[in-house]
């Protein structure tokens, strides 16, 4: 997991609460998008859209940062696949038979930690309003 993860349970605002579960829901819904008799590039190309939206109203949600400064630019998202790798990596960590919570929690710090990454490298984000609360922070014991 690594170590500057700015996610937490512990002191987190109803809206980060919300913007982390949507977070989560997205990538199982980007992930399943991918397979299925029913799978398609629209509805993959649907799932992808619904977890970059998701990022950055996870990242509002966590820095307060402003609704309308929002940008997905088609091209970078087309380059950027760390935030898909992240959501197929924690979708999967919570299945087989290796997966525990622990397993799973790894997920969505990864899962958060890249979304966060992800919106503060896009050009509208701006990355002068990280927040600083200690209660943002990982605890030594990764929860």
């Not at 820095?63 to 997905?72: E, V, Y």
Request: charged content about 25%; some cysteine.
């Amino acid at each position: 997991m690594p170590s500057n993860v700015r996610v937490s349970s512990v002191g987190d605002s109803h809206a980060m609460g919300r913007g982390r579960l949507k977070l989560k829901l997205a990538a199982i819904a980007y992930v399943n998008s991918r397979h299925g008799i029913d799978s398609d590039a629209v509805l993959t190309r649907a799932g992808r859209v619904f977890l970059h939206t998701a990022a950055f109203e996870y990242y509002e949600a966590l820095t307060g940062a402003p609704h309308h400064k929002r940008s997905i630019d088609p091209q970078r998202e087309s380059q950027d696949v760390k935030l898909d790798l992240a959501a197929i990596a924690y979708v999967n960590a919570r299945h087989g038979i290796d997966a525990d919570a622990g397993l799973s929690r790894a997920g969505l710090a990864l899962l958060c930690s890249i979304a966060i990454e992800y919106c503060e490298a896009s050009t509208h984000a701006d990355p002068r309003k990280r927040p600083i609360d200690p209660h943002l922070q990982l605890d030594s014991n990764g929860i």
